[in-house]
């Protein structure tokens, strides 16, 4: 019974911090809550875009602002998480379905040697990803580095429009980028 508490308890944290990105300076409004822990923010409660920017796996950089006009589905992984293997391969499914919509996919890698992210990359996904060992993008967005693994997916105007903290499959991801993309953006 007490395992049971304390899990309630630190899904309730975690729900409280994943709201957190469906705020708007500074007013909390509230997002939708699934039965399975999928949080999304309607258009008018999503916050302004978070910063996603830093060198990638494979060398060179990324900046998630230059991708505005596109959703970026963001999702946090680590050679070390058995979840994060089991998602790979739906994530690369729904990446080749979304692409041609105007979807991009960035992977995050957290806690983790570049050469053991490098063996677990090969052949699962062909979307690139950034070497975050330290996790501090993983912060920046409030995701907690040892919420792993987990997919944020970004609007068109690169603001948090919903948050997965747990493994995802085609069958429950795709539907949500399909959404996202059909949307229209902001007007300026």
Sequence with gaps: MNARRWTAGLLAAVAAVAL????????????????????????????????????????GTYDVSQARGQVVVVNFWGSWCAPCRAEADDLEAVYQATKGSGVN???INVQDSRDKAKAFE???????????????????????????????????????????????????????????????????
């Design 20 to 59: 957190v990105g469906c705020t708007s300076k500074g007013q909390e409004k509230t997002c939708t809550t699934t039965t399975d822990g999928i949080f999304e923010c309607a258009p008018d409660q999503r916050s302004a875009p978070p910063k996603v920017a830093g060198e990638l796996l494979l060398g």
């Design 105 to 107: 996919f960035l992977g």
């Design 122 to 188: 090969k052949g699962r996904v062909t979307y690139p990803s950034l070497f975050d060992p330290s996790s501090k993008t993983a912060l920046a967005l409030d995701i907690p580095p040892n919420s792993v693994p987990a997919t944020v997916v970004l609007d068109r105007d690169g603001r948090i429009a919903a948050v997965i903290r747990a493994a995802v499959k085609q069958e429950g991801l795709q539907p949500i980028v399909e959404r996202i993309a059909a949307e229209k953006p902001a007007p300026n």
